[in-house]
């Protein structure tokens, strides 16, 4: 019954390659969001869609394509890693929709992404 | 930048005491939320004050929000070694009508047994 949930939860990979990390939420909620924590637990987001459709494209590399099929999934998939790739990938999820601003953010667990 | 900053990046104290995290923010804002996130995993809402209130409680926790010193700190009351784990705030950005959540550098909250 977990809200949200994030596969895989660990990825090593080399350079160059290209890998997908997939997020689901069973609450309902109506936007998600990929945020990326550094290794000094800096938290930036990337992406945010609401109800499929993209609304934040933070200043991230096109390598980084994010898609939402439907409002309970929203997928990541990373073109050409790099080492700088490396870092915890967040999945979250609020009920928001545009105008209500109060909403917290429910996390998966994260994925961690080495790339060697 | 809204990012807020957190003070102190690390603390320790032994079980039992009480705990106060600091965040300061940059541009106004519409709520201001904590987060704690335990080691390997995600954030956890915590609380979440808005720009007209200046005191809200929840169990153990405190918060107070200072707006026209665009701070907040957070006071664990009692604490357990079970609330060791990374403390964040994070602010509301409005980018028109989507809900932009601006996260803190972050507290490193380690309770001795």
């Known amino acids: 019954d977990t809200a949200v949930s994030q596969t895989p939860k660990y990825l090593v990979t080399q350079m160059g390659n290209d890998k997908s990390i997939k997020c689901e939420q069973n609450l309902g909620h109506d936007t998600m969001y990929w945020y990326k924590q550094d290794s000094k637990k800096f938290l930036k987001i990337m992406f945010s869609y609401n109800n499929k459709e993209l609304i934040i494209n933070e200043t991230v590399p096109n390598r980084f394509s994010p898609k939402s099929p439907d409002k309970a999934h929203l997928n990541l998939h990373i073109n050409s890693l790099e080492l700088g790739d490396s870092a915890v990938y967040f999945c979250?999820?609020?009920?928001?929709?545009?105008?209500?601003?109060?909403?917290?953010?429910?996390f998966g667990n994260g994925t961690r992404l080495t790339v060697t | 930048s809204q990012q807020g900053e957190e003070d102190p990046q690390a603390l320790s104290i032994q079980e039992g005491e009480n705990a106060t995290m600091n965040c300061s923010y940059k541009t106004s804002i519409n709520n201001l939320q904590w987060y704690r996130q335990n080691s390997g995993r995600g954030l956890v809402h915590l609380i979440l004050i808005r720009s007209n209130e200046r005191e809200k409680h929840s169990g153990r926790l405190r918060v107070t929000l200072d707006t026209s010193k665009k701070s907040s700190s957070l006071l664990i009351t009692a604490s357990r070694a079970a609330d060791t784990a990374s403390y964040f705030c994070?602010?509301?950005?409005?980018?028109?009508?989507?809900?932009?959540?601006?996260f803190g550098t972050g507290t490193l909250l380690a309770v001795q047994p």
């Open positions: 979250a999820s609020s009920p928001t929709s545009p105008g209500q601003r109060n909403s917290p953010l429910h």
């Open positions: 994070a602010t509301v950005n409005y980018g028109g009508a989507t809900n932009k959540l601006i």
